[in-house]
C-alpha cells in the first residue's frame, strides 16, 4: 500500500478556502486516491475520490498532478461544521473489497469563527 | 441515503465479561468489516469478512474476538472476555463491489471498567 503524508493539523476561519495536500510518492498505477472526514466520536466518512486531474462534488474538490505523487482537498468557504480530522488513503479499488482500508494520523482541520 | 447501522451506540461492561456489538451494513453490499479507535488515536482495522467467512484479520483480532453474520442482514463482533484495553470506539463497515469507498456506521462505545 502506498504511504501517505499529511500535514497533522491545520487552522482557519470561516468562510475561508483550506487545501490540505497529501503526498503519496509510491503510488501504482491502479491506485485511486480517497478522502474520508471524521468527526469526533463518529465513524469517517467518504467525501471524495479521483484517480487524475481534478474531481469535484457538492462537498470538495481534489487536484491530482500528472505525476500523482501528491493530491490536494480542497475545501470551499469552510465553517464552523467543517472541523474535522481529514484523512487521505490510497489503493486499487479492484483489490479494495478484500483490502482493509489504512489510516494515518489524518489532518486535523480547526475552523475559528 | 441507506447507511450503516450500529447498535448499541455505548456499551459499558465490567473487565472479563463477553459483548456483542451489532451492525446492519447497506443491503446490497459483500464485504463487511470491523475497525477500532481507542480514544484519540488512528482508526485501525481489526477484520474483514466476505462470503460468510473472514477473509482478512489483523494482529489484533485475537482468539478473543470473533465475527458472524447469523441472519443475513446483521454482522456481529464479539468480545469474549473484555479486557480495559479494549475500550474503544468500534466501527463497522461495509463496501460494495466495484468501488474503492467503505461505509462506516456512526460506532460503537465500549467501555470497560
Known amino acids: 500500500l502506498a504511504k501517505t503524508t499529511q500535514p497533522i493539523s491545520m487552522d482557519s476561519y470561516e468562510g475561508q478556502e483550506v487545501n490540505i495536500t497529501c503526498s503519496h510518492n509510491?503510488?501504482?498505477?491502479?491506485?485511486?486516491i480517497t478522502w474520508y472526514q471524521q468527526f469526533p466520536s463518529q465513524g469517517p466518512r467518504f467525501i471524495i475520490q479521483?484517480?487524475?486531474t481534478k474531481v469535484t462534488n457538492e462537498v470538495a474538490s481534489l487536484f491530482i498532478p500528472a505525476d500523482r505523487k501528491s493530491s490536494t482537498l480542497s475545501l470551499p468557504r469552510v465553517s464552523l461544521s467543517d472541523t474535522a480530522v481529514y484523512y487521505c488513503?490510497?489503493?486499487?479499488?479492484?483489490?479494495?473489497?478484500?483490502?482493509?482500508?489504512?489510516f494515518g494520523k489524518g489532518t486535523r482541520l480547526s475552523v475559528i469563527a | 441515503e441507506p447507511e450503516v447501522t450500529q447498535t448499541p451506540s455505548h456499551q459499558v461492561t465490567q473487565m472479563g465479561q463477553e459483548v456483542i456489538l451489532r451492525c446492519v451494513p447497506i443491503?446490497?453490499?459483500?464485504?463487511f468489516y470491523w475497525y477500532r479507535q481507542i480514544l484519540g488515536q488512528k482508526v485501525e482495522f481489526l477484520v474483514s469478512?466476505?462470503?460468510?467467512?473472514?477473509?482478512?484479520k489483523s494482529e489484533i483480532f485475537d482468539d478473543q474476538f470473533s465475527v458472524e453474520r447469523p441472519d443475513g442482514s446483521n454482522f456481529t463482533l464479539k468480545i469474549r472476555s473484555t479486557k480495559l484495553e479494549d475500550s474503544a470506539m468500534y466501527f463497522c463497515?461495509?463496501?460494495?463491489?466495484?468501488?474503492?469507498?467503505?461505509?462506516f456506521g456512526a460506532g460503537t462505545r465500549l467501555s470497560v471498567l
Open positions: 488513503l490510497v489503493g486499487d479499488p479492484r483489490n479494495s473489497g478484500n483490502t482493509p482500508l489504512v
Open positions: 509510491n503510488i501504482a498505477t491502479n491506485d485511486y
Open positions: 479521483g484517480y487524475k
Open positions: 443491503s446490497n453490499h459483500l464485504y
Open positions: 469478512f466476505y462470503n460468510n467467512e473472514i477473509s482478512e
Open positions: 463497515a461495509s463496501y460494495p463491489r466495484g468501488q474503492a469507498i467503505q461505509y
